[in-house]
């Protein structure tokens, strides 16, 4: 069972790659869900600044030379983008452009960290594991719901002082349900949250993660919105109710 939990503790986080270089997008794609990340690769930086305003990413790897719009481009419109899904998302700039006044100019638009071509992945992957650092101790690391408590830096549940074993997706889902509480979350919003755009779903694959969340956690504490999807509800509607 320590391995299993070990396991999850090691699950990253989903990533946006802005690239247009085929070559150098699939092997970065390949590379890091190597390392277990969720990956989606978009070529244009049109198309990227779509993406951006409707989905939330946890990191964005976006590089500066693109079609449409350039990567400061892409920056300094997102930024000010205050109801864009990722306006907030960590930026790391992966780039060619290379000069001090390039660099200055990326961080000064809202990069978070800044990167030049040729890279090493495994530098890339210990800065990505940096920014993750930072912004955890921006947020509160843990969420705590009755007898529930779910730590989003260690990636560990425990129901009344009970470590309970979960998987990628389920933990995902229960962070999303319970970081929600209150709100009736969608199937599609939900299906956005633990998917990368490449990956095969199953027809009744959410209903089996719902299923198999409430069989750990007990069947009171996700409810079916018919139709729609899934709420927590917050106690005291649940008193209410």
């Known amino acids: 069972m320590l391995s ?9 986080m989903h990533v946006l790659i802005i690239e247009d270089n085929i070559n150098l997008g699939k092997g970065l794609k390949s590379g890091l869900e190597q390392h277990h990340y969720t990956v989606d690769w978009i070529k244009d930086g049109k198309e990227a600044l779509q993406v951006l ?8 790897i976006l590089d500066i030379g693109l079609p449409s719009f350039s990567g400061f481009d ?6 000010g983008k205050t109801n864009a899904k990722s306006a907030n998302a960590p930026f ?9 006044d390039d660099k200055i ?8 960290d800044y990167m030049c071509k040729p890279f090493d992945l495994g530098e890339l992957c210990a800065r990505i594991r940096a ?12 969420i705590t719901y009755k007898d529930l408590v779910i730590d989003t830096a260690a990636r560990t549940v425990t129901k009344a002082g009970v470590e309970i074993e979960l998987s990628r997706r389920e933990f995902v889902l229960l962070h999303l349900l319970l970081d929600n509480l209150g709100r ?17 779903i ?10 198999n969340l409430r069989k750990k956690l007990g069947d009171g504490l996700i409810n079916t919105v018919r139709g729609v999807g899934y709420i927590v509800k917050k106690i005291k509607e649940e008193n209410q109710a």
């Open 184 to 200: 009736v979350m969608t199937r599609e919003l939900i299906a956005q949250n633990l998917y990368g755009w490449g990956d095969d």
């Open 92 to 100: 790391l700039v992966l780039t060619s452009y290379d000069t001090i």
């Open 74 to 79: 892409i920056l300094k419109t997102i930024r």
């Open 131 to 142: 920014i993750q650092r930072r912004t955890a101790a921006q947020t509160i690391p843990t």
């Open 53 to 60: 305003q409707n989905e939330r990413f946890d990191i964005v």
């Open 105 to 112: 100019k990326g961080l000064d638009l809202g990069a978070d």
């Open 4 to 12: 299993n939990v070990n396991k999850l503790r090691e699950v990253k």
């Open 202 to 211: 199953d027809s009744n694959a959410l209903e089996v993660h719902i299923h």
